[in-house]
């Protein structure tokens, strides 16, 4: 009896000691973040830090805090009106400087537009822009009102704008005629209409920003053109107060099964994060003017391109234009003409960079440059190289920033100055987080799933409309105890962190995140198509490119079949996820239940050994389709025509 009692102690005691170390380590990232959120300016001041009740967390409950305040206001406090916000180079048109006061004043101007048609607090207003001033505006000025802003990618195309409108139940939608990529028009308005053409959504107002001077069909009771919106006259537009945890905006992203997630921020925790994580991985400086590449679509435009630095208050740059047009050396001159401090892009576009070639670079001074950032998939050591030598001159730290859509900010970068870089590596992670590698079983491994122990300020609040998806896709692989990222990643003998790439079916072509599920799910639709099947594989620029494999109904080849399909999937969900191949075979490989095989097609185009085939059903098929997919691989072409960055 007294040895079971003993034996039960011991137990009890270990889980107990091991639970209050947690809680020791737990309790320090509390107090780390309770006086990072200090350096924003609070109109009330929070009470409690956090609660946490897996997987439901809240941050600075009780503090009031507007963003666009934070990002304006406080400045224009501080006597910066004069200073640039933003700079703004498009393929068409002049640059246009944005001081922190005219900022300030649009955003006024703007909001108290949006409020005269009637946009409430609380409610979704929808994006669909590209990198021009005016999309700063318009989420500032969300923001000030109180209006979550849900960005839809200008990539993105009207199916998927319909899809978005309809679940979010949008009744204002913020867009441009058009804007250019080498010269061509693409037509945002346009894209709209045809959006809202099919009906089933509440959209009652389209605002139009003015960039092309397109002449285009208005709809007169819905569509307003932006300029006409803007209330010149009273210009100051009192911030809402916005409670801590109030949405700060949805933005929408690809998972593993078929239906994009709308992952939801919150105000107070996201830009504690956002600020935090700014200043501790850019080593940010009062003069600096930062560029980061990335789309307003993406999570690395929201946070980086926009929010941090404005709450900062330094300078920040948006580009809306073609890395190669009117010439590939347009990025260095843009870098040249603003002498541009810190430069944040992603591993594609260094790729191509280098395959371009660096006389393009070598006609530009770009000795401004003081740091150098990475994001949205792994930099590979030889780019990484490349990227310290040639476009940082060896004098600038290479920062490669890991994080998600649904972090919000970063987790894992290093600190210049401190932390000693390995190229290829995101090093460690960032103060305030408590990242591990598991096993299924929760058990720390050396590789293995990458994971965060919740919660931290700036994660995702959930996925609008579906808690158990949230629940189940982030919480409960470890019964709420870790955050799960979808990752796998390496912790090296000196605690590195090297990120291997999704474990999910999840794909990154060009830094776009992409679901197999869903280019699946769009080419199904099609009539003639009975069964589809998306994987990737490797391609050197893109990361990686997109094959669909389809099965047809009986009769329904037709000889166009794979364009129509490469279009379907460029037009459902975005040019940028257009397929590279489209292979029509005449099975899938199965294995003795009927489940697709689909490792093996990707592992057959790979050229990767195939494994284990006992469990294949029809192995016939490997040869045949391995035929189809080296008939149809013929490259040569150039596979980029239309890069967007993350
Ligand atoms: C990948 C982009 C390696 C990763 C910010 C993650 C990275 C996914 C890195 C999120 C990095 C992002 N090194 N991989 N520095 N940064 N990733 O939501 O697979 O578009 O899960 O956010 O990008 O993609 P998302």
């Given amino acids: 009896m007294l040895k079971k009692m003993y034996f039960f102690l011991l137990v009890f005691g270990v889980v107990y000691a091991h639970d209050d170390v947690c809680q020791n380590d737990f309790q320090e990232h509390i107090v780390y973040w309770d006086k990072q959120a200090h350096n924003l300016e609070w109109f009330v001041p929070w009470h409690t830090t956090v609660t946490w009740q897996a997987p439901d967390a809240q941050w600075f409950l009780g503090g009031k805090i507007n963003a666009s305040y934070n990002c304006l206001d406080r400045h224009i406090k501080e006597g910066l009106s004069e200073k640039p916000a933003l700079i703004c180079r498009s393929e068409y048109g002049k640059d246009e400087i944005y001081t922190y006061g005219k900022l300030y004043e ?25 990198m021009v001033a005016e999309a700063v505006v318009a989420l500032l000025a969300c923001a000030r009102i109180g209006a979550p802003h849900m960005v839809i990618f200008g990539g993105i195309g009207s199916d998927g704008i319909y899809d978005r409108l ?39 107002k389209v605002i139009i920003v003015n960039k092309l001077g397109l002449s285009l069909s208005l709809n007169e009771s819905r569509d307003i053109w932006y300029r006409d919106l803007l209330i010149h006259d009273a210009y100051a537009c009192d911030p809402e107060w916005m409670d801590a945890e109030d949405l700060l905006f949805m933005l929408y992203t690809s998972g593993s099964t078929g239906k994009p997630k709308g992952i939801l921020h919150s105000t107070g925790g996201y830009l504690v994060g956002v600020y935090t994580t700014f200043a501790m991985a850019f080593d940010i400086k009062s003069d600096d003017i930062f560029w980061s590449t990335s ?21 920040t740059v948006l580009y809306d234009g073609a890395p190669d047009y009117p010439d590939k050396d347009c990025f260095w001159k843009l870098i040249e003409d603003y002498k541009i401090t810190l430069f944040y892009t992603a591993p594609t576009a260094i790729r191509m960079f280098i395959k371009w070639g660096n006389e393009h670079i070598e006609k530009h001074d770009i000795s401004s440059l003081r740091l150098l950032g990475s994001v949205g998939e792994t930099i590979n050591p030889e780019v990484w190289k490349w990227y310290d030598t040639v476009i940082g001159g060896g004098r600038c730290p290479i920062i490669d920033t890991w994080f998600q859509t649904e972090t919000g900010c970063f987790v894992i970068a290093p600190i210049p100055g401190v932390t000693t870089l390995k190229p290829g590596s995101a090093t460690r992670p960032l103060p305030g987080y408590d990242v591990a590698i598991l096993d299924e079983q929760g058990n720390e491994v050396d590789k293995g799933f990458l994971a965060i122990k919740g919660p931290f300020p700036s994660m995702l609040r959930g996925i609008f409309g579906d808690y158990d998806r949230y629940k189940k896709t982030y919480w409960s692989k470890w019964d709420g105890r870790y955050y799960y990222t979808g990752d796998e990643a390496i912790r090296d003998a000196n605690g590195y962190i090297w990120i291997n790439g999704r474990l999910d079916d999840v794909l990154k072509i060009s830094g776009h995140r992409i679901g197999c599920a869903e280019v699946e799910n769009v080419v199904v639709e099609h009539p003639a198509v009975a069964e589809a099947v998306a994987v990737g594989i490797d391609d050197a620029i893109k990361g990686t490119e997109l094959v669909v494999f389809v099965v047809l109904k009986e009769h329904t080849y037709t000889k166009d079949i794979e364009n129509i399909i490469k279009y379907k999937v460029s037009s459902g969900i975005g040019v940028y996820a257009r397929p590279l191949h489209v292979i029509v075979v005449d099975q899938f490989p199965k294995n003795h239940s009927g489940k697709i095989m ?49």
């Fill in 106 to 130: 649009e955003v006024c101007k703007f909001a108290l537009g949006l409020k005269k048609i009637g946009v409430k607090k609380g409610e979704f207003v929808a994006l669909y822009m590209p």
């Fill in 295 to 315: 789309d307003i679509g993406w999570i690395t435009g929201h946070s980086y391109a926009v929010y941090a630095p404005l709450l900062y208050g330094i300078t």
């Fill in 598 to 646: 689909r490792r093996l097609l990707r592992d057959l185009i790979a050229g990767k050994p195939l494994g284990d085939l006992t469990t294949l059903e029809n192995p016939y098929v490997l040869d045949i389709i391995k035929e189809c997919y080296d008939r149809v691989n013929v490259r040569g072409i150039e596979t980029i025509d239309f890069p967007l960055f993350i």
């Fill in 166 to 204: 309809k679940e979010s139940k949008a009744r204002y939608i913020i867009t441009v005629d058009g804007t250019k990529r080498r010269g061509r028009v693409l037509t945002h308005k346009a894209t709209i209409d045809k959006a809202l053409s099919v009906g089933n959504n509440c959209v009652e």
